[in-house]
């Protein structure tokens, strides 16, 4: 799917596949230097890190095991409440694992940092976050992202596993949704 295709409900490209492949690479050679000779769990958060994680789980030479969870935040529309709810909890055992959260997208935090919380709260070795994109601009609590892609303006986005009402997941690249399919 291509933005032309979209006619109209996208402002602009963000960021474009090659980029975030680029970036992506990048960040594994950091992972696999940080890791090496270490156990490795990618927990991916449904839906929006399915791109991402499938990306940056080919790009890793270095053994992983992968798990997911689903969250959703109470709240409308395209604002995040903080109040977090469990649709589907991991299948591991988080014991002595390093767990690397994968996510698409750090708004707010609220998620995240409830998020790390709870998978803390489960005696894991280590609890480290890479996440794709992050809108600093938006930040209510302040989050410690060891692995990120990009910083991003406040606006709604979408592509790349994002969504506005299910839409354009898949869609190549990071762009902006045009506000009046939202507002
Ligand atoms: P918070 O505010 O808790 O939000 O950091 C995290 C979750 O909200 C979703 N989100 C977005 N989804 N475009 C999207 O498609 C966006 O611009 C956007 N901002 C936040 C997303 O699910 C993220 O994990
Ligand atoms: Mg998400």
Redesign the pocket.
């Given at each position: 799917m291509e933005p032309r295709d979209i006619d109209g409900d996208l402002t602009e490209i963000l960021i474009e596949e090659e980029q975030i492949h680029g970036r992506l690479a990048e960040l594994c050679r950091r992972i696999e230097a940080d890791y090496a000779g270490k156990d490795l769990l990618l927990v991916g958060?449904l839906k929006?890190?399915v791109m991402v994680m499938a990306d940056l789980a080919r790009e890793l030479k270095h053994p992983i095991a992968m798990d997911w969870m689903a969250v959703s935040?109470y709240g409308s529309g395209?604002?995040?409440?903080?109040v977090?709810r469990i649709l589907k909890d991991l299948d591991t055992d988080l014991h002595g694992r390093n767990v690397l959260i994968v996510?698409?997208?750090?708004?707010?935090?609220?998620?995240?940092?409830?998020l790390i919380a709870n998978l803390k709260s489960r005696q894991p070795e280590s609890v480290e976050i890479c996440a794709l994109?992050r809108?600093p601009d938006?930040a209510?609590v302040d989050i410690d992202v060891k692995y990120l892609g990009f910083d991003i303006p406040n606006?709604?986005?979408?592509g790349y596993g994002?969504?506005?009402a299910e839409k354009?997941r898949n869609l190549r690249s990071v762009a902006v949704?045009a506000p009046h399919i939202y507002s």
């Open positions: 958060v929006g890190a935040s395209t604002q995040s409440s903080g977090v996510e698409d997208i750090i708004d707010s935090g609220l998620t995240l940092s409830w994109l809108k938006a209510r606006q709604f986005v979408v994002l969504d506005y354009y949704l």
